[in-house]
């Protein structure tokens, strides 16, 4: 009997740019082409060259790494970033995108202050899913705490999960600021989960996005899930790589994100095609029932 063949899921890893702060997008490309990463993820801020199409094609033609999402400018620093109307910063990471050849936007939902754009933003959502191929794959996020309060900063619901949207995005270090079950969360997305970004974290009232395998987030079995269910998302890395003492240390740490995500993606095909080797083996003609999608 052959030995069974590991599948690798279709689904591609990339390197968040916002992995390599205080570091450029620049240095983001660089590294993801040196590490093997299957391409970036574009977070919008203050670079000047996330902010600009040319160059970030120049960027990824030149290092043969594809753009694969946009990341929005939903940060309190990207507020005045490509226009202080939030709808307009929403049509220009679209626009972004369809001209990048990236299948996904990540977006954020509003902040509560934002309450025009935040009443509107489900159908407003829905409005612009329907006019584009592109993805907006809405992030589910936290309540912000400090000592023994809590403050609820986003609206409709910094569960995601509570409304009603085409695509998700989890983000498993925002599950774990929350202290929410990553897993039943992946749960209620079910097929409409089409992004995550991988990265842990401990509970923390800080968003702290460690690297997988650092923290108490289910980072191995949502990624095992992942392989069993055929996502065909992209599972993005981004990790705070701040406190690297070097640039020698911050690439460790994003080869050892990718190790890790690789391992588990294909760990969990490896031991389905274990499985049906045996079923096979044993004369019986029933087969392995597939798993539950997420």
């Known amino acids: 009997m052959a030995e069974p063949v590991v599948r690798i899921p279709d ?9 390599v702060y205080p570091e450029s997008t620049a240095t983001a490309f660089e590294i993801a082409a040196r ?11 203050t670079d000047p060259v996330s902010q600009d199409i040319e160059a970030l094609r120049r960027l990824s033609d030149y290092h043969q790494v ?12 990207t507020q005045r970033v ?10 220009r990471a679209r626009s972004a995108a369809e001209r990048l050849g990236a299948s996904t936007v990540v977006v954020h939902p509003p902040f509560r202050w934002q309450r ?11 409005r612009m899913a329907d006019e584009t191929d592109v993805r907006f794959a809405v992030e589910n996020m936290y309540p912000w705490r400090y000592k023994d309060r809590e403050m609820l900063a986003y609206a409709p619901e910094w569960d995601v999960t509570k409304d009603d949207y085409r695509h998700f995005t989890v983000d498993l270090s925002h599950t774990a600021t929350a202290r929410t079950d990553a897993l039943a969360m992946i749960d209620r ?34 990624l095992e899930r992942l392989a069993l269910t055929g996502f065909d998302g992209h599972v993005v890395i981004e990790v705070n790589t701040r406190r690297a003492m070097s640039a020698a240390e911050r690439e460790a740490d994003l080869a050892e994100a990718l190790a890790f995500t690789r391992l588990h993606l294909a760990s969990a095909t490896a031991a389905s095609s274990t499985g049906s080797a045996r079923s096979t083996g044993s004369g019986s003609s029933s087969r392995p029932s597939g798993a539950p999608r997420p």
């Open 11 to 19: 689904a591609k890893v990339a390197l968040s740019t916002a992995s």
């Open 116 to 126: 025009q754009y935040a009443r509107d933003f489900v159908t407003g959502i829905w």
């Open 189 to 222: 997305m079910g097929d409409r989960l089409g992004h995550v970004h991988l990265a842990d974290g401990k509970g923390s009232a800080k968003d702290e996005h460690l690297v997988p395998g650092r923290g108490n987030q289910p980072c191995a079995e949502l």
């Open 82 to 91: 490509w226009s202080t109307d939030p709808w307009v910063k929403l049509q």
């Open 35 to 45: 590490l093997g990463y299957d391409g970036v993820e574009i977070m919008v801020w």
């Open 66 to 77: 594809p753009i694969l999402a946009v990341h929005a400018p939903c940060l309190l620093i």
